[in-house]
């Protein structure tokens, strides 16, 4: 997953895996202040977690979290990673893949926590595209994803998003 990460990195040194296992723990206020979250105030991955969250969880839980809880708000994945890493919090809401990976294969204490609490997410993140078996009109979502493949599909969709395509 590299768009929505419902996810929490932990360091181990500092905490157990065990003790984090939803996101109603998240929000205890022995956290509060104490902890990393994407910043959901910009576009990408915060933007989308909140509102994972918000669907999901609800607003009371969003508030709960974002502005009872007080937390560290990154828009630095590496400085927050690095933040994990040395301990100077235990854990990271929303961590990015990349720079947890990272520090993990540089010997840090970081685990990956999935909460039981919330609904599991299938996403490819941005830019991806899926065909759902046995869909209503399976056909005519072949044909479109036949067109955006092709070279004027990709150059008008790269055009509409202000980005390249490979």
Do not use: C, H
């Amino acid at each position: 997953l590299r768009f929505i990460q419902p996810v929490l990195a932990i360091n181990t040194k500092i905490l157990p895996a065990t003790e984090l296992t939803t996101w109603k723990s998240v929000i205890d206020p022995k956290w509060r202040g104490k902890f990393i979250a994407k910043d959901p105030s910009i576009p990408g991955a915060g933007a989308s977690l909140i509102s994972y969250f918000y669907l999901t969880m609800g607003p009371d839980f969003v508030k709960s979290l974002y502005i009872d809880q007080k937390p560290v708000i990154s828009r630095d994945p590496r400085q927050a990673a690095q933040s994990l890493a040395v301990g100077n919090v235990p854990f990271w809401v929303g961590p990015d893949q990349s720079e947890v990976i990272r520090f993990q294969n540089l010997g840090y204490p970081i685990e990956w926590v999935s909460p039981t609490d919330g609904p599991g997410v299938l996403s490819g993140g941005f830019g991806f595209v899926g065909l759902v078996n046995k869909a209503p009109n399976s056909n005519a979502a072949k044909l479109f994803i036949n067109w955006l493949m092709s070279r004027e599909g990709q150059q008008l969709f790269s055009k509409a998003i202000n980005s390249m395509s490979l």
